[in-house]
Every structure is written in structure tokens, then in C-alpha cells.
């Protein structure tokens, strides 16, 4: 079973900078999509950037240019770890992100539905 555990919130000052980690194990898969999603209090959750086996990498109009998103997989490519380098941020960054996957890379992007395990959450608030 995928289990997924997100780190690395906090509060940071608008214009600063902050790195969300989202340590994955038990993947079975050789081939997956993993990406970060976000959700701020009364808003419906959001894809941010996705990544796949490959390392081709999506990341949404929100954060282009200031996110980036990358992941380290250990030797047996069951454990990985994705992060979310997240610079300039502004006050409407402030949400819960979440870290999710699917077993599949074909057109590896930021459809919700399409991710079958999920993370808990780690949150990131960005004050003015």
C-alpha cells in the first residue's frame, strides 16, 4: 500500500521562499505520476504541479515561475520523496498541500480524480 507523509509548512513572510516535502513509500509501480495539490479554506482543491517517472514536469499557471517541483527515488524506486520548492510566495498561496499519486504516467497532469492515494496534508499560510 502507497502511503504518503507531507512536511515542511509553516508560516513565511510574503516574497519568501519555502520547500514541502511528501515522503512516499511502498510504491509498486514502475511507472507513476505524483504531484502537488493545494486547498485553501472555502475554495475546492487545486493542482499545483505533477511529475512523472520520467521527470517530465507540469506545474500550473499559479506557480509557473516560482514553483518547482522534483523528487529523489531511492535505488529499489520503492521509496521516494517529492518536494515542492515554492519562491516569492505571495498570501494567496496560504492553503493545505497535499502530495498525491497514481500508478500511471500516461498524461501525467493535474487531474484530481485521476490520483488514487493521498497524503494528509501540510500546511503553508503566507502572511502579508
Known amino acids: 500500500q502507497v502511503h504518503l507523509v507531507e512536511s515542511g509548512g509553516g508560516s513565511v513572510q510574503a516574497g519568501g521562499s519555502l520547500r514541502v516535502s511528501c515522503a512516499a513509500s511502498g510504491i509498486i509501480y514502475s511507472r507513476y505520476c505524483m504531484a502537488w495539490f493545494r486547498q485553501a479554506p472555502g475554495k475546492e482543491r487545486e493542482g499545483v504541479a505533477a511529475i512523472a517517472t520520467g521527470g517530465k514536469t507540469f506545474v500550473a499557471d499559479s506557480g509557473k515561475g516560482r514553483f518547482t517541483i522534483s523528487k529523489d527515488v531511492s535505488r529499489d524506486g520503492a521509496n521516494n520523496t517529492l518536494y515542492l520548492q515554492m519562491n516569492s510566495l505571495k498570501p494567496e498561496d496560504t492553503a493545505m498541500y497535499y502530495c498525491?499519486?497514481?500508478?500511471?504516467?500516461?498524461?501525467?497532469?493535474?487531474?484530481?480524480?485521476?490520483?488514487?492515494?493521498w497524503g494528509q496534508g501540510t500546511q503553508v499560510a503566507v502572511a502579508s
Open positions: 498525491a499519486l497514481r500508478g500511471t504516467v500516461f498524461k501525467c497532469g493535474l487531474q484530481e480524480g485521476d490520483f488514487t492515494f
